[in-house]
């Protein structure tokens, strides 16, 4: 099975900051990557497909890239209400794993 | 507006069985795989299976986990999707989350639409 490893678990930041996430697969998985968004008690929410394209709807200060085995989320200004735990899952091979998440709290 | 409603959660005892069920409304069923992840309380996000839709022949995909013991099942008559689970573990308390997933241009599916989860507790 394809591991997915995530850095950083939780980082604190101000609003406004631009904060990076970080998703490495234990091998290559060409761009078959998602990321959710998670919030206390909610179901997941897509945020990007493909490892760079924009789920409708989502705020653009989204963004996604990499391919391979290396992937950032970024969130280029960072709002109260972006508070959640983020995903990846690889989409590439059975079973489709997911990442453990990185907690992202308001400094 | 796409909506999908888990039900069937509870508690059973180790060894028991449980079916849990997922309504689906406001899109096509039987276009779309779907799949069912869990998250046990304060963990991460866990992947349990997909199927496939009526056009790849209803085929399905199991964690190592919980192959042999979960069943994924659906009746696009009803819009409904269904995990038959047996042989329950401790270790299989979680939320269970119903997810349809979409194709997107490379032909991967993404689940883009997740139901609010039920909750289901093994425990003696």
């Known amino acids: 099975a394809i591991q997915l490893t995530q850095s950083p678990s939780s980082l604190s930041a101000s609003v406004g900051d631009r904060v990076t996430i970080t998703c490495r697969a234990s091998?290559?998985?060409?761009?078959?990557l998602a990321w959710y968004q998670q919030k206390p008690g909610k179901a997941p929410k897509l945020l990007i497909y493909?490892?760079?394209s924009l789920e409708s709807g989502v705020p653009s200060r989204f963004s996604g890239s990499g391919s391979g085995t290396d992937f950032t989320l970024t969130i280029s200004s960072l709002q109260p209400e972006d508070i959640a735990t983020y995903y990846c899952q690889q989409f590439s091979s059975y079973p489709q794993t997911f990442g453990p998440g990185t907690k992202v709290d308001i400094k | 507006e796409v909506q999908l409603v888990e039900s069937g959660g509870g508690l059973v005892q180790p060894g028991g069985s449980l079916r849990l069920s997922c309504a689906a409304s406001g899109f096509t069923f039987s276009d779309h795989y779907m799949d069912w992840v869990r998250q046990a309380p304060g963990k991460g996000l866990e992947w349990v299976g997909r199927t496939r839709n009526k056009a790849n022949s209803y085929t399905t995909e199991y964690a190592a986990s919980v192959k042999g013991r979960f069943t994924i099942s659906r009746d696009d008559s009803k819009s409904s999707l269904y995990l038959q689970m047996n042989s329950l573990k401790t270790e299989d308390t979680a939320v269970y989350y119903c997810?349809?997933?979409?194709?997107?241009?490379?032909?991967?599916?993404?689940?883009?639409?997740w139901g609010q989860g039920t909750l289901v507790t093994v425990s003696s």
């Open positions: 997810a349809r997933d979409r194709r997107d241009r490379t032909g991967s599916w993404y689940s883009d639409y």
């Open positions: 091998q290559g998985i060409s761009s078959a």
């Open positions: 493909d490892a760079s």
